[in-house]
């Protein structure tokens, strides 16, 4: 279970409070929506929760406890066990997430410790079908190729099948339907159903209601930093009590009536 608690994140350089007492909790099974408008501040809380935000250039208060453990206080060597393996995020831009001068395939054995040629084939074949279940066909192609040669939605998807094969116990998707097809996202979201039924916790982070009430339990509203409206998805989505939850899901009424 992860909980965060009066989490605050400010820039060293110019002292502005990006994201202000963020608290809220997700248990094990569940999937919490943080939803908000562009720059609400849902992408430095996801990367603070994974660690990945530098010390030297954001202070950091407040807690994130991950099955009791203090995350914030973890040293960079037991990270290893936490990142990729308990929590996987999906980042909201997938290049960063890959090492520019290698080879995908390269990085995968890497990242998932294969060794052998027996590993490697038995793996191929698992990610053939990750792939597939996101609408990517030519695993060969995929694992043959630098992370620059592929568009930012295919790579975005590869993340999204890594992910699927790692299967942690927390996945913190952030925006991830964003940079792809409508086919593509239909199936991305398939896939996160069956990993929802299958027990894996989420977080999805997007600005889309539709997306959020499609995968959620319970959404938290971010606003300018905090959070301003936090319930269950049903009860926020059919009787929002903040002003700014209302135009959301408007927005996303009117969206899918295709009114606007
Ligand atoms: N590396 C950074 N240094 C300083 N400020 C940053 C940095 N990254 C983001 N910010 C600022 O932090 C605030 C929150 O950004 P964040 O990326 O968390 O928003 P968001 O809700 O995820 O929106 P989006 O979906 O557009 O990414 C914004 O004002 C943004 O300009």
């Known amino acids: 279970m992860l909980t965060v608690t009066n989490l605050s994140i400010r820039t060293k350089q110019t002292k502005e409070t990006l994201v202000r007492s963020v608290s809220f909790s997700v248990k094990n099974g569940e999937a919490l929506g943080l939803i908000g408008e ?3 501040g849902k992408s430095m809380t996801s990367k603070c929760i994974m660690r990945l935000l ?4 954001f202070d950091l208060r407040g807690s994130v406890q991950w099955n ?4 914030l206080a973890m040293k960079l060597n037991e990270l290893d066990g936490y990142r990729g ?3 996987s995020m999906i980042p909201q831009n997938p290049m960063t997430a890959f090492a520019p001068m290698l080879k995908l395939g390269k990085q995968m054995e890497l990242g998932f410790s294969l060794k052998g040629h027996r590993e490697r084939t038995q793996f191929r074949g698992r990610l053939a079908a990750a792939l597939a279940g996101v609408n990517l066909s030519d695993a060969e192609k995929i694992i043959n190729s630098y992370p620059h040669e592929l568009s930012g939605g295919t790579l975005q998807r590869v993340m999204i099948a890594l992910t699927i094969l790692q ?5 913190i998707a952030d925006e991830i339907t964003t940079a792809v097809d409508a086919a593509s996202e239909y199936l991305i979201l398939n896939e996160l159903e069956k990993l929802r039924r299958a027990g894996v916790s989420m977080i999805v982070v997007t600005h889309d209601f539709g997306v959020a009430a499609r995968l959620c339990d ?3 509203v971010m606003k300018d930093g905090e959070i301003v409206e936090e319930g269950k998805m049903r009860e926020v989505f059919s009787d929002p009590q903040h002003e700014y939850t209302r135009q959301l899901v408007q927005a996303s009424v009117l969206f899918q009536e295709g009114l606007c």
């Open 38 to 40: 562009s720059g609400s």
């Open 85 to 87: 393996k308990q929590v």
């Open 54 to 57: 530098n010390p030297r250039l």
């Open 167 to 171: 299967r942690p116990e927390l996945i």
């Open 68 to 71: 009791g453990k203090e995350m």
């Open 218 to 220: 319970r959404v938290a």
